[in-house]
T-cell receptor
Framework: QKEVEQNSGPLSVPEGAIASLNCTYSDRGSQSFFWYRQYSGKSPELIMSIYSNGDKEDGRFTAQLNKASQYVSLLIRDSQPSDSATYLCAVETGRRALTFGSGTRLQVQP | GAGVSQTPSNKVTEKGKYVELRCDPISGHTALYWYRQSLGQGPEFLIYFQGTGAADDSGLPNDRFFAVRPEGSVSTLKIQRTERGDSAVYLC????????????FGEGSRLTVL
């Protein structure tokens, strides 16, 4: 079992719709959770971080964490073509470095 | 510097050659990380430094890979006897310390082994 699992996609949504990206992780001791966005040929950039159960909203983005289910999600409201990218879920456990999932490719259709 | 700087941005080498990749982290960041990313995959952890010492090198795939950070700032990833399977983008990231928070990534060094 991979430590951090994501559906590779592509996830295709029409412009203006809500995109829902999901991630599960295997280590119950994980403490910090991150969503990074990566455009093709570019380096990852942080979108959201979340540390406690529940929802965290920042503009059009909402991160959701459920530690009991070992599940993290990212919702993107009013999706725009510029949101088309690969979204990487990353998990931090103890003093270890971040462990990344393989990413979900999102395509927003104009 | 303003951001994490990596050089070279592109490196093409022949199988069996030695390669060095350099990373200059954000000024004042004591934690520095090396990741490797293959096409269609997420970044794969290689090694991280807290200051001058390697705090965790468990991700280095074999003894052909080595990294140093002698003065606690710039780091060099060294790959001996390169193989075609080493072809990937090597990403460096830093953050203020290893206690947590956002990783700031450089633009990566794309290594192609022919």
């Amino acid at each position: 079992q991979k430590e951090v699992e994501q559906n590779s996609g592509p996830l295709s949504v029409p412009e203006g719709a809500i995109a829902s990206l999901n991630c599960t992780y295997s280590d119950r001791g994980s403490q910090s959770f991150f969503w990074y966005r990566q455009y093709s040929g570019k380096s990852p950039e942080l979108i959201m971080s979340i540390y406690s159960n529940g929802d965290k909203e920042d503009g059009r983005f909402t991160a959701q964490l459920n530690k009991a289910s070992q599940y993290v999600s990212l919702l993107i409201r009013d999706s725009q073509p510029s949101d088309s990218a690969t979204y990487l879920c990353a998990v931090e456990t103890g003093r270890r470095a971040l462990t990344f999932g393989s990413g979900t490719r999102l395509q927003v259709q104009p | 510097g303003a951001g994490v700087s990596q050089t070279p941005s592109n490196k093409v080498t022949e199988k069996g050659k030695y390669v060095e990749l350099r990373c200059d982290p954000i000024s004042g960041h004591t934690a520095l990380y090396w990741y490797r990313q293959s096409l269609g995959q997420g970044p794969e952890f290689l090694i991280y430094f807290q200051g001058t010492g390697a705090a965790d090198d468990s991700g280095l795939p074999n003894d052909r890979f080595f990294a140093v950070r002698p003065e606690g700032s710039v780091s060099t990833l060294k790959i001996q006897r390169t193989e075609r399977g080493d072809s990937a983008v090597y990403l460096c990231a830093s953050r203020p310390d290893s206690s947590g928070g956002e990783l700031f990534f450089g633009e990566g060094s794309r290594l192609t082994v022919l």
